[in-house]
């Protein structure tokens, strides 16, 4: 039996697990986080005091990596080797970690592997930098979702106060424009729109019109 695949990719703090979130609930699809998995690896490394940028060291955590993704009421809960690191992976280090480990191939093939397995047997909305272009180039519908930086680092930064971490507004500026470049210029799948893909720029919208609009263009393809 085919799945319906809706791939939504784009920069960090666009909104796009925001709502992708509330499209799964709203489609009864399953939402797959594959930022979340780069954060474990991310996580994985620090914990062994691997720098991030070195690939052999990061390529040597990779053979008895264990992620598995499972979800519950509140959505999706994530497992490193057998512990639920759901909330640790949001730190502003793992963030950093997450995009450098992201530039090493080997760690990207072994994530996109797990990425088409979930694909394969669920209707899902899967969201990332290269979902359209590299893990699912067949995607029944590819959206790519973005924003100024100014008003991604601002979102992002509100959503971290409100989980009471401490940061300042300049900070998560930073910590996107890193991730932005850093994501878009790798060679290996990078951060770029895929050619078939509809881009929805959010800058200065309410998440109520975003939603609306990834909606609306979802209805109507999906007819
Ligand atoms: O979506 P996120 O902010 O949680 O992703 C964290 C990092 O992981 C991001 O800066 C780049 C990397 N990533 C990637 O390279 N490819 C994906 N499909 C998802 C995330």
């Given at each position: 039996m085919s799945t319906i695949k809706i791939a939504i990719d784009g920069p960090a703090g666009a909104g796009k697990s925001t709502i992708a979130k509330i499209v799964a609930k709203q489609l009864g699809f399953i939402y797959i986080d594959t930022g979340a998995m780069y954060r474990a690896v991310a996580l994985k490394a620090i914990k062994n005091n691997i720098d991030t940028k070195d690939t052999d060291k990061v390529c040597s955590i990779l053979h008895d990596l264990d992620i598995?993704?499972?979800?519950?009421?509140?959505?999706?809960?994530?497992?490193?080797?057998?512990?639920?690191?759901?909330?640790?992976?949001?730190?502003p280090e793992v963030s950093i970690g997450a995009s450098n480990v992201a530039a090493i191939p080997e760690v990207r093939i072994k994530l996109v592997e797990l990425q088409r397995k979930l694909a394969a047997s669920n209707n899902v909305i899967m969201d990332g930098r290269d979902i359209g272009t590299y893990v699912l180039p067949d995607a029944d519908i590819k959206i790519f979702l973005t924003a100024s930086v100014e008003d991604r680092a601002k979102r992002r930064y509100e959503e971290m106060i409100a989980k009471n971490s401490f940061c300042s507004l300049e900070e998560v500026k930073k910590d996107i424009e890193y991730r932005d470049k850093n994501d878009s210029s790798r060679a290996f799948a990078p951060l770029k729109i895929a050619e078939d893909a509809v881009v929805i720029d959010t800058t200065g919208n309410e998440l109520e019109e975003s939603l609306n609009i990834v909606l609306q263009l979802i209805k109507e393809r999906l007819q």
């Open positions: 598995d993704i499972k979800y519950d009421n509140n959505g999706q809960v994530v497992f490193l080797d057998g512990q639920d690191v759901t909330q640790e992976i949001r730190t």
